[in-house]
Nanobody, 123 residues
């Protein structure tokens, strides 16, 4: 079992920044590709970003490229999502995820989910 706990969500004005954190415990953190999804009201959950085991490879959905940065600290069992130049359309519940391989994120083939943290961007 892997337990994922997100933090760092909140209310921010458009153009602002937030950093989300996801602390993992349980089975070996470094065995999983870590990432983030989000779900806006009335919409499907969508892939946001993922980072490889080593942290050397990343993937992003097109709408956040150039604004969001995913990173991980294996020593702290934590993955981060730095979100800059936020837009109202980024408003959603953000979920931390653990899976095997970046490709799994495009298939929504995820082994573990966090409980989610709310991000609200006001215009």
């Amino acid at each position: 079992q892997v337990q994922l706990v997100e933090s760092g969500g909140g209310l921010v004005q458009a153009g602002g920044s937030l950093r989300l954190s996801c602390a993992a415990s349980g089975r070996t953190f470094s065995s999983y590709t870590m990432g983030w999804f989000r779900q806006a009201p009335g919409k499907e959950r969508e892939f946001v970003a993922a980072v490889s085991l080593s942290g050397g490879s990343t993937a992003y959905t097109d709408s956040v490229k150039g604004r969001f940065t995913i990173s991980k600290d294996n020593g702290k069992n934590t993955v981060y999502l730095q979100m800059n130049r936020l837009k109202p359309e980024d408003t959603a519940v953000y979920y931390c995820a653990a899976g095997y391989g970046i490709a799994a994120y495009y298939r929504y083939d995820i082994d573990y989910w966090g409980q989610g943290t709310q991000v609200t961007v006001s215009s």
